[in-house]
């Protein structure tokens, strides 16, 4: 369901998808955190969720988000509020060991753990406010373990059901908070576009799974559906392939995924067109007919500027499949999904700023087609 503010929107309005790159300011402020009283650090980091919010509005955007400056990485903020994981599990990644975080205990029903964070961003803009969580489907395929969480989840999918509960939880908290927009962040969906990791073949061993496009994912939009059914806000569903440190985890078009999709209860898939191997925009030829696209018009993984004119090509490729009443336009992931990431800020506000100037032109150029 739209609100007021996002039924006003205009066709090609521009949106982050969440994140932006944290200037050294703010890194040194998270990095500082367990040091400095609680009080002191909201009332820092309000400052600079300002910052983030006029920086968006200052490049012209329709749609905002507080650039996930509160969160290290964005799952990693919501795990650690719900609780119930810990640092166990050794993988290999990009031939690197590490470890990652795994469910180990049933995760304890409380408040939900962003509507203070999304109030705030409310009471902030009067722009179309935007939240971004983690599904449910791309939580538990990368952090439930059958060495180490079943006997809090004795399998995945209960892991994914109690997921879907505590999500839905939150995304009514995020509505009563004033947001017009929740996205819900995949990347796991598109898994199954990459040959390589349905192999198994692929660099990051987390994802050396059984995997089974017929019964998953299913699976993932059923929970999916337990979490947006009926909500008075729009809903995004974001599918991109991975960033990590300028590359992709994962590659492929859409084609596989977008059909199976239809019963999604979403109102826009966000995809990504704008980097070589991720969507291609023959893909939209199978876009639900029900459903809205943002379009991935700005490369996030390179430092390359691109031109007005390229970005709004990608756009106007667009049309050739979906009328533009259902695009918009964002980048194509997150600048900064973990905090390391390398992208600066004014990267981002310069691409985001010349994003918006290629809206501005496709509305002029097609409203003089129409």
Same mark, same amino acid.
């Given at each position: ?103 180990? !205990?049933?995760?304890?029903? +409380? =408040?939900?753990? &962003?509507?203070?964070?999304? %109030?705030? @961003?409310?009471? #902030? ?24 969480? !079943?006997?809090?989840?004795? +399998? =995945?999918?209960? &892991?994914?059901?109690?997921? %879907?509960? @505590?999500?839905? #939880? ?201």
């Amino acid at each position: 369901m739209k609100t007021d503010r996002v039924s006003q929107l205009p066709p090609f309005f521009t949106q982050v998808i969440g994140s932006l790159p944290r200037p050294k300011v703010v890194l040194d402020l998270l990095s500082s955190k367990a040091s400095i009283p609680p009080g002191e650090f909201k009332q820092r980091m309000d400052d600079m969720v300002r910052f983030a919010i006029r920086l968006q509005e200052q490049a012209g955007l329709d749609v905002v988000s507080d650039g996930e400056w509160r969160r290290a990485h964005y799952i990693g903020e919501f795990l650690t509020r719900i609780g119930g994981f810990e640092k166990l599990r050794k993988f290999q990644h990009q031939g690197k060991t590490l470890v990652a975080d795994v469910v180990v !205990k049933t995760i304890p029903t +409380t =408040r939900p753990v &962003f509507e203070k964070d999304a %109030a705030f @961003l409310a009471a #902030h803009t009067t722009r179309v406010r935007k939240f971004a969580l983690p599904s449910p489907f791309l939580i538990a395929t990368r952090f439930w373990h059958e060495d180490f969480s !079943k006997d809090a989840y004795p +399998t =995945r999918r209960h &892991f994914i059901e109690h997921l %879907a509960e @505590l999500l839905r #939880h939150e995304a009514e908290a995020l509505v009563k908070s004033g947001i017009d927009v929740i996205q819900l962040d995949d990347p796991a969906l598109t898994y199954f576009c990459d040959e390589t990791v349905m192999r198994g073949t692929t660099h990051d061993e987390r994802l050396h799974q059984d995997w089974d496009i017929d019964e998953q994912l299913p699976m993932a939009v059923n929970a999916i559906n337990a979490i947006t059914q009926g909500l008075d806000a729009e809903v995004h569903l974001h599918c991109c392939h991975s960033v990590y440190k300028r590359q992709s985890d994962v590659s492929g078009n859409y084609k596989p995924i977008l059909p199976r999709l239809s019963e999604a209860k979403v109102d826009r898939l966000n995809l990504e067109f704008a980097y070589t191997d991720t969507g291609d925009v023959t893909d939209l030829r199978l876009l639900p007919d029900h459903l809205g696209v943002g379009m991935g018009v700005v490369d996030v993984r390179t430092e390359a500027i691109q031109s007005i004119e390229e970005i709004e090509a990608i756009g106007a490729n667009g049309t050739e499949f979906v009328s533009p009443d259902r695009i918009a336009l964002n980048p194509d992931c997150g600048f900064a999904p973990d905090a390391g990431e390398p992208p600066s800020i004014d990267e981002a506000f310069l691409k985001l700023q010349r994003m918006c100037a290629a809206a501005d032109r496709l509305r002029k150029r097609f409203d003089r087609t129409n």
